[in-house]
């Protein structure tokens, strides 16, 4: 069964250094996002993304953040400059149609020291 | 302000009993979902209601919307110790479509 997957699994980094986070959507989907949660707590909205741009961002997205598709499978969200906060587990999640069920990724857990 | 907030927060039950969890939200919707998450791990998609629904079912679940007064309930029938997991329902918006808007989830615990 097709599936989204995430990489790293955990990613321990220093403040104020640059984190990527990988991900590889299924491969008919159109539409992407990163969903953050930190640890017992609600799953955030980040950002969606589709035709190769943004479509929508929430206040967290802040110009620390931004996203990629630069292949056409892989999807990625950058932290520039990791803050003590953006400790979390993010979530990557895609699906085919607007009105649909999202397929989210296993996450990838970020600890910043 | 939040979406989407579930009702209660946690929940323990004896196995076999049926689990009800409510969700409530504060704008207009063209469809409600509702996700389980294990300890951990990804959210899975359990079942998605539109708007005109008012009643859906698939296997033991069973997901009723109400959209004049905002709220959503999913029901477990004949609960099993793999379902203790948190539920999250998840709005999508008429404004903003693209993105769905999760709620702060339900804890279920099944005791065996």
């Known amino acids: 069964e097709p599936e989204v997957t995430q990489t790293p699994s955990h990613q321990v980094t220093q403040m104020g250094q640059e984190v990527i986070l990988r991900c590889v959507p299924i491969?008919?989907?159109?539409?992407f996002y990163w969903y953050r949660q930190i640890l017992g707590q609600k799953v955030e909205f980040l950002v969606s993304?589709?035709?190769?741009?943004?479509?929508?961002k929430s206040e967290i997205f802040d110009d620390q953040f931004s996203v990629e598709r630069p292949d056409g499978s892989n999807f990625t969200l950058k932290i520039r400059s990791t803050k003590l906060e953006d400790s979390a587990m993010y979530f990557c999640?895609?699906?085919?149609?607007?009105?649909?069920?999202?397929?989210f990724g296993e996450g990838s857990r970020l600890t910043v020291l | 302000s939040q979406q989407g907030e579930e009702d209660p927060q946690a929940l323990s039950i004896q196995e076999g009993e049926n689990a009800t969890m409510n969700c409530s939200y504060k704008?207009?919707?063209?469809?409600l979902q509702w996700y389980r998450q294990n300890s951990g791990r990804g959210l899975v998609h359990l079942i998605l209601?539109?708007?005109?629904?008012r009643e859906k079912h698939s296997g033991r679940l069973r997901v009723t919307l109400d959209t004049s007064k905002k709220s959503s309930s999913l029901l477990i029938t004949a609960s099993r110790a793999a379902d203790t997991a948190s539920y999250f329902c998840?709005?999508?918006?008429?404004?903003?479509?693209?993105?769905?808007?999760f709620g702060q989830g339900t804890r279920l615990t099944i005791n065996p």
């Open positions: 999640a895609s699906r085919a149609v607007i009105v649909g069920e999202l397929f």
């Open positions: 491969s008919n989907h159109l539409y």
């Open positions: 993304f589709y035709n190769n741009e943004i479509s929508e």
């Open positions: 704008t207009s919707i063209n469809n």
């Open positions: 209601i539109r708007s005109n629904e």
């Open positions: 998840a709005t999508g918006l008429i404004q903003g479509a693209q993105k769905l808007v």
